[in-house]
């Protein structure tokens, strides 16, 4: 198990940026994937961006492609979401998963460990 502690959440204007960050402690870090998925209010939980163990692979979903960047830094056993150009459809609780996998896999079945999630409110 993984144990996940997310920072960087809050209110910005639309076109601002924010930048998430998730440190990890409790396993090791380097041997999964990690995610950043997204809850808005009645909405389902969806992901936002995921990366490989290595950082070589990653996966964005269609709506935050060229906005969104996710990177990692296993020496630091961290995860970053860098969001630019924010719109106020990405308003939504923000939260860093560790994955079961090394590779990218995009589902939430396939994050067993979960932060308690940050606030991001995009004003317009």
């Known amino acids: 198990q993984v144990q996940l502690v997310e920072s960087g959440g809050g209110l910005v204007q639309a076109g601002g940026s924010l930048r998430l960050s998730c440190a990890a402690s409790?396993?090791?870090?380097?041997?999964?994937?990690m995610g950043w998925f997204r809850q808005a209010p009645g909405k389902e939980r969806e992901s936002v961006a995921v990366?490989?163990?290595?950082?070589?692979?990653?996966y964005y979903k269609d709506s935050v492609k060229g906005r969104f960047t996710i990177s990692r830094d296993n020496a630091k056993n961290t995860v970053a979401l860098q969001m630019n150009s924010l719109k106020p459809e990405d308003t939504a609780v923000y939260y860093c998963a560790a994955s079961n996998f090394r590779t990218v896999f995009t589902g939430a079945s396939n994050f067993g460990s979960w932060g308690q999630g940050t606030q991001v409110t995009v004003s317009s």
């Open positions: 409790g396993r090791t870090f380097s041997n999964y994937a």
């Open positions: 990366i490989s163990w290595s950082g070589g692979s990653t």
